[in-house]
């Protein structure tokens, strides 16, 4: 029998991180005010079912830090694996802190919206505060590993990633692991600086009855640089939720998705980019491959603000079906309150095309090979767009 939100809560610890108290009065009272999991008369939930979710039974993980540092690699490593926090040393002009050590003041967190981000605030466990101080460039990248295991596993993250002005960095973030009826709430609050520069690869392919509900909130001031390349691979529920608020001109935000769903898979992205400034730009495209009874939703939505003139946003979604039972559910839209702009959206959806597979059939290739062939090509946009070798590695031996 499904419960209610704050049956929810109850089962899961209240949060040790110490989150202004405003932030946490407005969680509790929107997890009060809204009672009950949102159902598919909600317009933001209109083709993502939460009976399952309202239904588990959770044990919440208690993170404590590993005594020992992890050993110097390629890359900045940080690991959240079910009750264990590693961390690799910092280096110069990077701090790394874990978030339930920091003080109600160096939270930059603002605003929450939505059951998700109240669940966050009220029970998150821990998290990751990493700040770049100004000026600096990172040599190698910040990687971030989720590793959930176990049956009933409840983990809640909430992370801050703070870039000075003129900072730059690459960043990867990772989501693996099986886990039986397991839910993972993670938020990332991302504060650009002045001509700071991030770029974010992330990768999610946990493994069995998982639920996982993934929050970004990016802040970008003046001619700051923002791209985030979204993977999605086979896994058994996924919400994301992406909000940028475009706050200065001169910013430039990319998202890129790529989503690859099968059996009774359900894949749900929402992305929503306020261009509050002029002079700005953004990128999304997002592009799903859905095979067996797997279950697709893009909404994205581009807000222009009144006086942000001279926005040029492009947003694009394309899906191939490979099932006659696979559903997408797309939905592109555009607010606009300025006249000197520059935008466009648009959502397609259909199968491979024939006379190209029928092309490469008569060339001696097999029916599975070329259909992975034009499957790799209609997702090699997305996936050059990713930096991380290891994510790339992790890609190649998926579509393999």
């Known amino acids: 029998m499904s419960g209610t939100l704050i049956d929810f809560c109850k089962q899961l610890n209240p949060t040790p991180l110490n989150l202004p108290e405003a932030l946490l009065k407005a969680a509790k009272d929107g997890i009060e005010f809204q009672h009950h999991f949102p159902t598919t008369r909600d317009e933001a939930w209109k083709y993502t079912r939460l009976g399952r979710v309202s239904a588990l039974k959770l044990s919440p993980v208690k993170i404590n830090p590993s005594a020992d540092p992890l050993p110097s690699s390629d890359s900045i490593d940080i690991i959240f694996e079910n009750g264990t926090w590693y961390c690799a040393q910092p280096t110069a002009g990077l701090h790394i802190d874990f978030s339930g050590d920091i003080d109600s003041i160096a939270w930059n967190a603002c605003t929450l919206q939505g059951h998700v981000q109240h669940i966050n605030a009220l029970t998150a466990q821990g998290g990751v505060a990493i700040r770049i101080d100004a000026n600096t460039k990172l040599i190698k990248p910040i990687r971030i590993i989720h590793r959930l295991n176990g049956e009933h596993t409840g983990l809640i993250l909430h992370h801050q990633f703070v870039l000075d002005n003129h900072a730059s960095a690459q960043l990867e973030v990772i989501f693996e692991g099986l886990g039986d009826d397991s839910y993972e709430n993670i938020l990332f609050d ?211």
């Open 190 to 400: 991302f504060f650009l600086g002045v001509g700071s520069t991030l770029h974010t690869d992330m990768l999610q392919q946990t493994k069995g009855t998982h639920y996982g509900f993934h929050t970004q909130r990016i802040y970008q001031r003046k001619d700051s640089t923002f791209a985030l390349q979204t993977i999605t691979a086979n896994t058994h529920f996924t919400r994301n939720e992406i909000e940028v608020f475009s706050q200065e001109e001169g910013t430039h935000t990319q998202l890129y998705g790529a989503f690859i769903g099968q059996e009774n898979n359900h894949i749900d992205n929402h992305t929503y980019v306020h261009h509050m400034a002029p002079n700005c730009t953004s990128d999304e495209n997002y592009k799903g491959v859905l095979s067996h009874k797997a279950t697709g939703v893009f909404n994205g939505k581009v807000k222009v603000y009144k006086d942000a003139q001279k926005i040029n946003a492009y947003q694009a979604n394309k899906n191939i079906l490979l099932s006659d039972q696979a559903t997408i559910n797309a939905k592109p839209e555009l607010e606009i309150y300025a006249d000197d702009v520059k935008c466009s959206h648009g959502s397609t959806t259909g199968q491979l095309d024939q006379q190209a597979l029928f092309f490469l059939r008569t060339r001696g290739i097999s029916e599975t090979k070329a259909i992975d062939m034009l499957i790799n090509g209609f997702l090699a946009e997305i996936v050059g767009a990713v930096k991380s070798s290891h994510i790339q590695e992790a890609l190649h031996t998926l579509l393999d």
